[in-house]
């Protein structure tokens, strides 16, 4: 009925309240006074999913009649966080959601609180795609994210006696209100096996691929709103299941229990994330996962196309497919094949549309980091990818021939096959051949992959790289997380057009010295404090003072990142307080937050050290009224969330050169927090934003680093001829901080000193004295502030808004399609 229709997707309080109520019984089978707050959170959930239905619908009918070219974001990680309250924002219905939920007599906040993140992924990579897609949806970009329904997203990370220990993920057990089973989208992935030419019915030569083994992927559909616009795109993610017709072969002979176990191994290609954020050798799961997504995502991609559209010649005209790393790079040789073996087409025009569909992001330069598998087990898993992949490489080879006469040394570092010991594909290789476009995220390192990585490359084909620095979403990252400055904002500015329209908050500029205005902007970093400072007591058992500096280092544990560094500057400090050295010290609140990969020896003991300096720290009565640590536990987009607004300093300190972007920089800075940082990734960029006096600036540029590399570097000199370095790290070694163990953080500390691959001490006593400067500047409140605004007002650059619209304008070439409200 009419009056039925009204209450599911309509927007008053009273709709709102009333599809709570129906959807409570008739989902959830409850009613209010029996209710588990798991329940209220179905309820409000589901409430919330039925207003983005109908957009979707709507959204879904427009792009297949207008046949409008759509987007495929292909990555093996999507870290979503929760979706309800940014649902609420992007639909305008969070305030009066809010009131409804006040008549219920509900705890909106517990409810909140109550959701499960999807965690699939992890780090910067992942949350990257996620923040895409919300900026794909908002710029009325048609675009289809394809990625892994992984069963267990990252591990959650527990503390135990300051190690951390990784508990498995289980995201999926209360069930997932958001996602949409599509058993009848459903596609099977082949591996191993062997490959046979044979005679089509015109006699011509073709390949068949015969597999040792096929497995199904099924389609979980989640829907992404954009914000304040009808426009819904998708979220495809594919689960492992076990083929019917190819493991029930077994099943017809009469083993049961074989085919039983087939479904089990089918699954497990789905069943888990790989909790790193660079490649371990031989992980032949991680490859199976990456040919899964990718298969069923062309394949999905071409039933789409044939089913709209019609003849595959014009399917590059149709989709771009953009590749998040090399993760799905293997998507350029199975295109090829699927082109060719199962759609008859010749190589050459399989070859030109498997170039002008995609495109590819590289997001880092650390060799380490660069993913290749070895010729011996692609050989055992994908027989027919590999002779593409050679045949791509013998075609391209020979163009470098003819390019360049007699530079056999540039042939063989180009080619996509790395001959030096164990051969192994050059995935990046693969990827930048078979694409149109390569970016960097960031200018430096766009730079860096021209002149470095891919050097040979650009100077093949130098209309081929571009640079889109990254961004993030301001509705999670400021409306969503921060609701106290989006509104003082949105005061200020005397309206909320900034929310879609970023560049908007440089209005703030001009009230930068009105003391209103300061005052409010204080209250409300203040509040924000405070609510951080009672989490984390209830969490970690740590009190902190909001009066103190908030000086936060969130981001996953590395080497290059060098949380230990940080960890200098704290025992520093410490020293100095001990030492009754400083007079009028700035209180400070040391937190840190992230993951370390469960097999990274040393990420794992900077975190024990961490938390064995809090230890000391915190127990210390003579200095723990001017400084506190804690190691938040578990960071993730959910607590990351609680972090955010409270911060009033941005630890962005890697070694410059290394980090290709970061992104959390971004979100620090989105909500009045100071970046101490050095010249690295987007920081750069930042500070040319928001004014070289309102950055903390510090260390060796990337230039200096690689001279240094060059001349030889000797980390030994700088801790003899720095006593106060020496000093910190030998406090290390005394045992201070490990109940008189010397020997514990001793891997630490001799790398340090013997090796220290990211040059912590050659960059030590500039980050300590940039901290003085940090310390005198946090003295004068007011001017703290003001620098606090400037830093808001002007980043409106680092929405991902702008950056989807250069990769729309500059790299895939497509126009927004707009869906009427
Ligand atoms: C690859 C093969 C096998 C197993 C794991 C992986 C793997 C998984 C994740 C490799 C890398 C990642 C993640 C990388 C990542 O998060 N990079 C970050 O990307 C951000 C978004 O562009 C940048 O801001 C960061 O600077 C970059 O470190």
Same mark, same amino acid.
């Given at each position: 009925?009419?009056?039925?229709?009204?209450?599911?997707?309509?927007?008053?309080?009273?709709?709102?309240?009333?599809?709570?109520?129906?959807?409570?019984?008739?989902?959830?089978?409850?009613?209010?006074?029996?209710?588990?707050?798991?329940?209220?959170?179905?309820?409000?959930?589901?409430?919330?999913?039925?207003?983005?239905?109908?957009?979707?619908?709507?959204?879904?009918?427009?792009?297949?009649?207008?046949?409008?070219?759509?987007?495929?974001?292909?990555?093996?990680?999507?870290?979503?966080?929760?979706?309800?309250?940014?649902?609420?924002?992007?639909?305008?219905?969070?305030?009066?959601?809010?009131?409804?939920?006040?008549?219920?007599?509900?705890?909106?906040?517990?409810?909140?609180?109550?959701?499960?993140?999807?965690?699939?992924?992890?780090?910067?990579?992942?949350?990257?795609?996620?923040?895409?897609?919300?900026?794909?949806?908002?710029?009325?970009?048609?675009?289809?994210?394809?990625?892994?329904?992984?069963?267990?997203?990252?591990?959650?990370?527990?503390?135990?006696?300051?190690?951390?220990?990784?508990?498995?993920?289980?995201?999926?057990?209360?069930?997932?209100?958001?996602?949409?089973?599509?058993?009848?989208?459903?596609?099977?992935?082949?591996?191993?096996?062997?490959?046979?030419?044979?005679?089509?019915?015109?006699?011509?030569?073709?390949?068949?691929?015969?597999?040792?083994?096929?497995?199904?992927?099924?389609?979980?559909?989640?829907?992404?709103?954009?914000?304040?616009?009808?426009?819904?795109?998708?979220?495809?993610?594919?689960?492992?299941?076990?083929?019917?017709?190819?493991?029930?072969?077994?099943?017809?002979?009469?083993?049961?229990?074989?085919?039983?176990?087939?479904?089990?191994?089918?699954?497990?290609?789905?069943?888990?994330?790989?909790?790193?954020?660079?490649?371990?050798?031989?992980?032949?799961?991680?490859?199976?996962?990456?040919?899964?997504?990718?298969?069923?995502?062309?394949?999905?991609?071409?039933?789409?196309?044939?089913?709209?559209?019609?003849?595959?010649?014009?399917?590059?005209?149709?989709?771009?497919?953009?590749?998040?790393?090399?993760?799905?790079?293997?998507?350029?040789?199975?295109?090829?094949?699927?082109?060719?073996?199962?759609?008859?087409?010749?190589?050459?025009?399989?070859?030109?549309?498997?170039?002008?569909?995609?495109?590819?992001?590289?997001?880092?330069?650390?060799?380490?980091?660069?993913?290749?598998?070895?010729?011996?087990?692609?050989?055992?898993?994908?027989?027919?990818?590999?002779?593409?992949?050679?045949?791509?490489?013998?075609?391209?080879?020979?163009?470098?021939?003819?390019?360049?006469?007699?530079?056999?040394?540039?042939?063989?570092?180009?080619?996509?096959?790395?001959?030096?010991?164990?051969?192994?594909?050059?995935?990046?290789?693969?990827?930048?051949?078979?694409?149109?476009?390569?970016?960097?995220?960031?200018?430096?390192?766009?730079?860096?992959?021209?002149?470095?990585?891919?050097?040979?490359?650009?100077?093949?084909?130098?209309?081929?790289?571009?640079?889109?620095?990254?961004?993030?979403?301001?509705?999670?990252?400021?409306?969503?997380?921060?609701?106290?400055?989006?509104?003082?904002?949105?005061?200020?500015?005397?309206?909320?057009?900034?929310?879609?329209?970023?560049?908007?908050?440089?209005?703030?500029?001009?009230?930068?010295?009105?003391?209103?205005?300061?005052?409010?902007?204080?209250?409300?970093?203040?509040?924000?404090?405070?609510?951080?400072?009672?989490?984390?007591?209830?969490? +970690? !058992?740590?009190? #902190?003072? &909001? /009066? @103190?500096?908030?000086?936060? %280092?969130?981001?996953?544990?590395?080497?290059?990142?060098?949380?230990?560094?940080?960890?200098?500057?704290?025992?520093?400090?410490?020293?100095?307080?001990?030492?009754?050295?400083?007079?009028?010290?700035?209180?400070?609140?040391?937190?840190?937050?992230?993951?370390?990969?469960?097999?990274?020896?040393?990420?794992?003991?900077?975190?024990?050290?961490?938390?064995?300096?809090?230890?000391?720290?915190?127990?210390?009565?003579?200095?723990?009224?001017?400084?506190?640590?804690?190691?938040?536990?578990?960071?993730?987009?959910? +607590? !990351?969330?609680? #972090?955010? &607004? /409270? @911060?009033?300093?941005?630890? %962005?300190?890697?070694?410059?050169?290394?980090?290709?972007?970061?992104?959390?920089?971004?979100?620090?800075?989105?909500?009045?927090?100071?970046?101490?940082?050095?010249?690295?990734?987007?920081?750069?960029?930042?500070?040319?934003?928001?004014?070289?006096?309102?950055?903390?600036?510090?260390?060796?540029?990337?230039?200096?680093?690689?001279?240094?590399?060059?001349?030889?570097?000797?980390?030994?000199?700088?801790?003899?001829?720095?006593?106060?370095?020496?000093?910190?790290?030998?406090?290390?070694?005394?045992?201070?901080?490990?109940?008189?163990?010397?020997?514990?953080?001793?891997?630490?500390?001799?790398?340090?000193?013997?090796?220290?691959?990211?040059?912590?001490?050659?960059?030590?006593?500039?980050?300590?004295?940039?901290?003085?400067?940090?310390?005198?500047?946090?003295?004068?409140?007011?001017?703290?502030?003001?620098?606090?605004?400037?830093?808001?007002?002007?980043?409106?650059?680092?929405?991902?808004?702008?950056?989807?619209?250069?990769?729309?304008?500059?790299?895939?070439?497509?126009?927004?399609?707009?869906?009427?409200?």
């Amino acid at each position: 009925s009419v009056e039925r229709e009204h209450t599911r997707t309509g927007m008053s309080k009273a709709a709102l309240k009333q599809d709570f109520l129906d959807n409570l019984f008739y989902i959830q089978g409850r009613f209010r006074e029996v209710a588990t707050p798991h329940d209220l959170y179905m309820a409000a959930a589901f409430t919330t999913r039925d207003r983005l239905l109908k957009r979707w619908v709507k959204s879904a009918q427009a792009f297949k009649t207008l046949h409008a070219r759509t987007l495929c974001y292909l990555s093996a990680e999507f870290l979503l966080g929760p979706h309800l309250a940014n649902n609420l924002v992007n639909l305008g219905i969070i305030e009066t959601s809010q009131e409804a939920g006040q008549e219920l007599d509900l705890d909106f906040e517990a409810i909140l609180e109550e959701e499960e993140e999807p965690g699939l992924g992890n780090g910067g990579l992942g949350r990257l795609a996620a923040c895409f897609m919300d900026s794909l949806s908002t710029c009325q970009i048609p675009a289809i994210g394809y990625g892994i329904r992984y069963e267990f997203g990252i591990f959650d990370q527990a503390i135990e006696d300051g190690w951390q220990v990784e508990k498995s993920d289980t995201w999926l057990r209360n069930g997932n209100p958001w996602e949409i089973p599509r058993p009848k989208i459903r596609f099977p992935v082949l591996y191993g096996g062997h490959t046979e030419q044979y005679r089509d019915q015109n006699g011509e030569p073709r390949m068949r691929w015969v597999p040792s083994w096929v497995i199904d992927g099924v389609a979980y559909d989640t829907p992404i709103l954009g914000y304040g616009v009808g426009n819904v795109n998708l979220l495809r993610l594919w689960k492992a299941e076990a083929s019917e017709s190819f493991d029930f072969q077994a099943f017809n002979v009469g083993d049961y229990y074989g085919a039983v176990h087939a479904k089990i191994e089918a699954e497990t290609i789905s069943k888990v994330l790989y909790p790193n954020d660079e490649p371990e050798a031989g992980k032949e799961l991680r490859l199976k996962q990456q040919h899964f997504f990718v298969s069923c995502s062309l394949q999905d991609m071409i039933r789409l196309h044939l089913n709209t559209v019609g003849p595959l010649d014009d399917f590059a005209d149709k989709f771009a497919a953009q590749l998040n790393d090399t993760h799905p790079a293997l998507a350029v040789a199975e295109l090829m094949r699927l082109l060719m073996d199962d759609h008859g087409m010749t190589w050459d025009r399989s070859w030109e549309m498997t170039q002008r569909t995609f495109c590819y992001t590289n997001h880092t330069l650390l060799p380490e980091a660069l993913e290749t598998w070895s010729v011996t087990l692609f050989e055992r898993l994908l027989p027919r990818h590999l002779e593409i992949i050679y045949e791509i490489n013998r075609r391209f080879l020979d163009e470098i021939r003819m390019r360049f006469l007699g530079d056999e040394d540039r042939v063989r570092r180009m080619s996509l096959i790395a001959e030096d010991g164990e051969r192994r594909i050059r995935m990046a290789h693969l990827a930048v051949v078979g694409s149109k476009a390569v970016n960097g995220v960031a200018k430096l390192h766009s730079e860096l992959v021209k002149s470095t990585l891919f050097k040979d490359f650009n100077a093949l084909w130098p209309e081929k790289f571009h640079n889109v620095t990254n961004g993030v979403t301001p509705r999670r990252f400021m409306v969503v997380s921060n609701p106290r400055l989006a509104r003082l904002i949105t005061e200020c500015c005397g309206h909320d057009d900034w929310i879609r329209d970023l560049d908007r908050v440089r209005a703030l500029e001009s009230h930068a010295e009105s003391s209103d205005l300061q005052a409010q902007w204080k209250a409300v970093k203040l509040a924000a404090k405070r609510d951080l400072t009672e989490w984390l007591k209830h969490v +970690t !058992g740590v009190q #902190l003072d &909001p /009066a @103190a500096m908030f000086d936060v %280092q969130a981001k996953r544990i590395h080497e290059y990142k060098r949380q230990h560094l940080n960890a200098l500057h704290i025992i520093r400090c410490y020293q100095e307080l001990k030492q009754g050295l400083l007079k009028d010290p700035v209180p400070r609140a040391f937190i840190f937050g992230g993951k370390a990969a469960p097999a990274y020896f040393l990420a794992k003991l900077i975190i024990k050290l961490i938390n064995a300096i809090a230890e000391v720290v915190n127990n210390d009565p003579e200095v723990n009224g001017f400084m506190r640590v804690v190691f938040m536990p578990d960071f993730n987009v959910k +607590t !990351g969330q609680r #972090l955010y &607004p /409270a @911060a009033d300093l941005s630890e %962005q300190i890697s070694l410059a050169g290394k980090e290709a972007s970061g992104t959390g920089n971004m979100k620090f800075s989105m909500n009045g927090a100071l970046t101490i940082g050095t010249l690295d990734g987007a920081n750069l960029e930042i500070r040319e934003a928001v004014g070289k006096e309102n950055f903390f600036l510090f260390g060796m540029t990337a230039e200096d680093v690689l001279e240094k590399q060059i001349e030889g570097y000797r980390p030994w000199d700088y801790y003899h001829g720095d006593h106060e370095l020496k000093a910190d790290i030998d406090l290390i070694n005394s045992g201070l901080f490990s109940h008189g163990d010397t020997k514990l953080f001793r891997p630490l500390t001799d790398d340090l000193i013997n090796h220290d691959p990211f040059m912590v001490l050659a960059d030590y006593r500039a980050y300590i004295e940039c901290q003085q400067r940090v310390s005198e500047a946090y003295r004068d409140q007011q001017h703290w502030v003001r620098m606090s605004i400037l830093n808001v007002a002007r980043m409106g650059y680092f929405s991902s808004d702008r950056a989807i619209r250069e990769y729309a304008k500059n790299i895939w070439g497509i126009a927004p399609t707009p869906i009427d409200l």
